[in-house]
């Protein structure tokens, strides 16, 4: 229980920090939809350091990341204030303890982002999700929660602040900066109840994701603006790590 408040009171400090970092880059965010109370697996698409600066500005979760970003200075000591369910990729052993891990802190309550794309992309596909640790929602009946991110901007340079191949942060941060009118979007769907196996769970999230995104392609491609976006630009403040666990 210590330790639980140990993150909330951590979690709770960088959501601040995150709204900062966001107000600094000139990047507003909008939000659609709602998450369910309780604790929940939220099940994203992958673009970009941002999307975690992004959701933990909105949202108190945590995340699962890859075990070597434990050894950067000062993000390491970071993640395990935050909860940060760790795995090591390179072996395949790890997963039973992750997947325990990840098991825990539902129970416990806690919501936590997972990207099982396994790394970002430009958004302009969305690559197969892998579905290994969407088995601790099925062993906690915990709901999955499909949430689709998409970013864009002024002259259609929105894939600006996505960050894929090799690309450095301290290259990026200038072209994010650069950019005019840079949204963030992130559209909670519908949950889906605790399934029969992590498999179906996992492609149905994808194929809601796909299809979530799709959509809104389509309605910024003819100029049509319907959806009840919460527009919130963090003026005032009111009340991965590039490549994530797979």
Not at 8 to 37: K, N, S, T, Y
Not at 58 to 81: H, I, M, N, S
Not at 86 to 96: A, C, M, T
Not at 221 to 245: H, L, T
């Given at each position: 229980?210590?330790?639980?408040m140990?993150?909330?009171?951590?979690?709770?400090?960088v959501?601040?920090?995150?709204?900062?970092?966001?107000?600094?880059?000139?990047i507003?965010?909008?939000?659609?939809?709602?998450?369910?109370?309780g604790?929940?697996l939220?099940?994203?698409?992958?673009?970009?350091?941002?999307?975690?600066?992004?959701?933990?500005?909105?949202?108190?979760?945590?995340?699962?990341?890859?075990?070597?970003?434990?050894?950067?200075?000062?993000?390491?000591?970071?993640?395990?204030?935050l909860?940060?369910?760790?795995?090591?990729?390179?072996?395949?052993?790890?997963?039973?303890?992750?997947?325990?891990?990840?098991?825990?802190?539902?129970?416990?309550?806690?919501?936590?982002?997972?990207?099982?794309?396994?790394?970002?992309?430009?958004?302009?596909?969305?690559?197969?999700?892998?579905?290994?640790?969407?088995?601790?929602?099925?062993?906690?009946?915990?709901?999955?929660?499909?949430?689709?991110?998409?970013?864009?901007?002024?002259?259609?340079?929105?894939?600006?602040?996505?960050?894929?191949?090799?690309?450095?942060?301290?290259a990026?941060?200038?072209?994010?900066?650069?950019?005019?009118?840079?949204?963030?979007?992130?559209?909670?769907?519908?949950?889906?109840?605790?399934?029969p196996?992590?498999?179906?769970?996992?492609?149905?999230?994808r194929?809601?994701?796909?299809?979530?995104?799709?959509?809104?392609?389509?309605?910024?491609?003819?100029?049509?603006?319907?959806?009840?976006?919460?527009?919130?630009?963090?003026?005032?403040?009111d009340?991965?790590?590039?490549?994530?666990?797979?």
């Amino acid at each position: 229980m210590r330790q639980e408040m140990v993150h909330l009171g951590a979690r709770f400090i960088v959501r601040w920090l995150c709204r900062g970092v966001l107000r600094l880059l000139d990047i507003e965010v909008h939000r659609a939809g709602m998450l369910p109370p309780g604790p929940a697996l939220l099940v994203a698409n992958h673009l970009s350091w941002i999307d975690i600066v992004a959701m933990m500005a909105q949202y108190d979760c945590t995340f699962v990341a890859k075990d070597d970003v434990r050894d950067w200075p000062f993000v390491g000591r970071l993640g395990e204030a935050l909860g940060v369910i760790w795995i090591d990729r390179r072996r395949k052993r790890d997963l039973h303890r992750a997947v325990g891990a990840l098991s825990e802190a539902l129970r416990q309550g806690t919501r936590v982002v997972l990207f099982p794309e396994g790394t970002t992309t430009t958004g302009r596909q969305t690559l197969p999700f892998r579905s290994s640790l969407v088995e601790a929602a099925v062993r906690t009946g915990v709901p999955v929660v499909p949430i689709a991110l998409s970013v864009h901007a002024a002259d259609g340079q929105g894939e600006s602040m996505c960050w894929v191949g090799d690309d450095t942060l301290l290259a990026h941060l200038p072209r994010v900066m650069a950019l005019r009118d840079a949204t963030f979007e992130i559209r909670v769907l519908a949950p889906l109840p605790a399934g029969p196996t992590r498999k179906v769970q996992s492609a149905a999230a994808r194929e809601m994701i796909v299809t979530a995104r799709r959509l809104r392609s389509r309605q910024l491609a003819v100029g049509i603006e319907v959806s009840p976006f919460a527009k919130q630009n963090f003026r005032p403040i009111d009340s991965s790590d590039r490549e994530i666990a797979r």
